[in-house]
């Protein structure tokens, strides 16, 4: 057990820059400057419970003294993570140090929102924190935000092929880009504070009359400025006059005071260079020098319209690549663009005149094959996987073999735009990650009835694979986003079917006609059983417990005899109960709501554990939450994906998480594919991830063979 620390020697009372002298007389409770604060102040210690709370902070989260000491912080402040709010090293200490503002979100007692921007922050004594935050409006909390987009504006001009200036209000220069010391002959430090005009002057386009002064004026009139036509700029630096083209833009504060000025000066001989060279960056990879994704989906949106007639047809590949991640965190950045590169130019290799070949993503790449017949975009997919599975990447005397999964798709009169061949391409590609990697998918554009002829093939398939046992469990880990070294490993039990000839069929392909047919309760029925089974040979074996999760369908969930078969597994079995759990997603559970809590709460008693699937994609979903007694909530993957990058998605996970967690219900986030995105949601505070970033779904280890009933 950790050491909790003592309280401070003396009271927490001035937030300056310094403690207060030792020896100081405590002052009274009423002539405690804290007290006087308009501000909240928060002090915590280091393990995150509320030490102390003034008048403020106490008005503001609705606690009093009495039912607020020693509460850890997450009750005001449910989104911190440990690393937050731990320590003298803690982010919020860290980030209260940084010019740019640090925003909260908290909740009062009565569960009303507060936002807060974090104005400083401190330590005490070493075991004690103190946060200085004060609360603001939606408009400012927008407006804070805006200004710090301009910032990055103003960084982001800092790049560009035009000459960019900033001034003050009093025309001083503050910043000047690379191009523009160039123009004027300027060194790395001259120009700076000087008042602009006395650095150039303009002239008219025949270099007869100065101009006034752009930037006066646009303070002045607080407007954008722009010269018509082409003007002459003279600097005592250069020797001959720069042919420019030239605008000025205001600078605004939060008070809407205008601070300054943006100059944009084009040099005009050198604009058709430039705006070639821009016009490449924006349709370019910079790292592979291949088309990027803007580029390949315009000309991706000409090769479908091409395709319309239906006289001609196109081929789209969708390569991503798999153990690039390894080789990144391994060798290091330098390593993967290196290996990007060399994969760049292998493909590129393959690829004809009039292909296209570009970089989509970050380890996906796309591939249009124009003019191209179903066989010949398959020799083409084939060419990639051999020329992949014969490569070998070469650092630091070490070889790397790394692989592929391609989803391929025909482009012709039933594609309707490269948004439709994109994903098609995609699914097909999921569709051979599943197959094990390696592999190459087809997509096939198939209408309804073509669709339903397929699925009742399917059936038969399917009836086949259950009377000779050719289905397989595959498992998926669900892990702690902090790991808790107590807990029992556990994983969510997936199921693919094994074809007469061996090869692997993932559930995308044979899960929607048993569901359409009424297959899914064999399945379930199938599943438990041969778990069951799987567990009691790791038991008998002597091997760790670990539990498992099972998916139920809406069929399985509404026959009263399951609840049997399931009694009657788990007694021949004598596997511990609490090792077996159930996923139920949201939509069954809601169209089965009397059956599904009736099931959850005859098994729950008896150990069971549930998880509710899901969560977010039904419209009702709140409404029903409180009807389930779940253990464990998985938010809806479509709302975890992208979460970092949409303010919505992540609004909606840090809503479900924190009401699931005021319901005493653990949450578990899906599609967790990479570390920026586990770091966010350890952030919110969710408490399980699982996902490709975690780990890929794995068939069971085997632990003996043992006969399989029928």
């Not at 010269?227 to 083209?245: F, K, M």
């Not at 809806?636 to 924190?658: L, P, Q, R």
Request: proline share 5%; glycine share 6%; aromatic share 8%.
């Amino acid at each position: 057990m950790k050491e909790v620390p003592s309280k401070p020697s003396r009271p927490l009372t001035a937030f300056g820059n310094s403690p207060l002298p030792k020896g100081a007389p405590p002052p009274s409770e009423s002539g405690d400057l804290l007290q006087l604060i308009s501000d909240a102040v928060v002090t915590f210690d280091r393990l995150g419970r509320i030490y102390q709370l003034n008048a403020a902070a106490k008005n503001l989260f609705g606690l009093a003294e009495a039912n607020s000491e020693a509460k850890p912080l997450r009750q005001i402040f449910p989104g911190l993570s440990d690393e937050q709010i731990r320590g003298a090293d803690s982010i919020l200490i860290k980030n209260a140090r940084l010019p740019v503002a640090t925003h909260l979100t908290g909740f009062s007692s009565s569960g009303r929102e507060v936002r807060l921007t974090l104005l400083a922050a401190r330590v005490v004594e070493d075991d004690y924190c103190q946060l200085l935050l004060r609360e603001v409006s939606e408009g400012d909390w927008f407006k804070e935000d805006l200004l710090q987009q301009r910032d990055i504006l103003q960084a982001t001009l800092a790049n560009v092929s035009d000459a960019v200036i900033t001034t003050n209000a009093r025309t001083e220069v503050e910043t000047l880009n690379a191009v523009a010391r160039q123009i004027l002959g300027l060194s790395t430090h001259e120009g700076l504070g000087v008042p602009v005009d006395q650095l150039f002057t303009l002239y008219d386009a025949e270099g007869q009359r100065p101009l006034p002064s752009l930037v006066m004026e646009t303070l002045a009139r607080g407007t954008r400025v722009q010269v018509e036509g082409q003007v002459q700029l003279y600097s005592a630096d250069q020797p001959s006059p720069v042919i420019v083209t030239a605008q000025v833009i205001p600078l605004r504060n939060s008070a809407n005071h205008i601070s300054g000025s943006v100059m944009v000066l084009r040099s005009v001989n050198e604009a058709a260079g430039a705006s070639s060279h821009l016009n490449w960056q924006v349709n370019h990879d910079v790292l592979t020098q291949l088309p990027n994704r803007h580029h390949f989906e315009a000309e991706l949106a000409r090769a479908v319209t091409e395709a319309a007639s239906g006289e001609i047809s196109h081929g789209l590949l969708y390569v991503d690549l798999y153990h690039f991640k390894l080789i990144n965190d391994t060798c290091g950045h330098t390593a993967g663009d290196e290996l990007l590169r060399q994969l760049a130019v292998l493909f590129g290799k393959r690829m004809r005149s009039q292909d296209v070949l570009a970089r989509l993503g970050s380890d996906e790449f796309g591939v249009l094959l124009r003019n191209c017949t179903l066989a010949g975009t398959q020799r083409v997919a084939d060419t990639l996987l051999r020329e992949l599975q014969a490569f070998r990447f070469l650092w630091n005397e070490q070889q790397y073999k790394v692989g592929i999964s391609v989803g391929a798709v025909m482009i012709d009169q039933n594609i309707d735009s490269e948004a439709q061949a994109l994903s098609a391409a995609n699914a097909a590609c999921c569709a051979a990650k599943e197959a094990g990697r390696n592999r190459i998918h087809f997509y096939h554009n198939d209408n309804a009835l073509v669709q339903r002829r397929s699925e009742m093939h399917w059936v038969v398939k399917i009836n086949e694979a259950l009377a000779e046992n050719r289905l397989v469990l595959y498992r998926q880990p669900i892990v702690a986003s902090a790991p808790l070294l107590s807990e029992l490993p556990h994983y969510e039990v997936l199921v693919r079917m094994m074809s007469p000839e061996g090869e692997l069929i993932p559930p995308v392909e044979f899960i929607p006609a048993a569901e359409r047919y009424g297959l899914m309760d064999e399945i379930d029925r199938w599943v438990v059983r041969n778990l069951l089974q799987y567990m009691r040979r790791r038991r008998d074996a002597g091997l760790p417990e670990e539990s498992y999760a099972v998916n139920l369908s809406g069929v399985s969930l509404g026959d009263e005899s399951f609840c049997e078969f399931v009694w009657n597994e788990l007694a021949e079995s004598a596997v511990k109960p609490k090792l077996l759990h159930f996923e139920i997603t949201e939509t069954v559970a809601v169209s089965n709501l009397q059956r599904a809590v009736e099931f959850m709460e005859l098994f729950g008693e008896s150990g069971c554990k549930f998880f509710l699937d899901d969560f977010g994609s039904g419209l009702s979903s709140f409404a029903y939450l409180k009807d389930f007694p779940i253990d464990y909530l998985k938010i809806d993957g479509t709302f975890v994906k992208g979460m970092e990058e949409d303010s919505t998605n992540f609004a909606m996970v840090s809503t479900i998480n924190h009401l699931a967690h005021v319901m005493g219900i653990k949450t578990v986030a899906e599609y967790v594919e990479n570390d920026v995105l586990l770091e966010w949601l350890r952030a919110v505070g969710v408490d399980y991830v699982q996902g490709y970033g975690i780990a890929m779904p794995a068939p069971l280890p085997s632990v003996g063979a043992l006969p399989q009933r029928s």
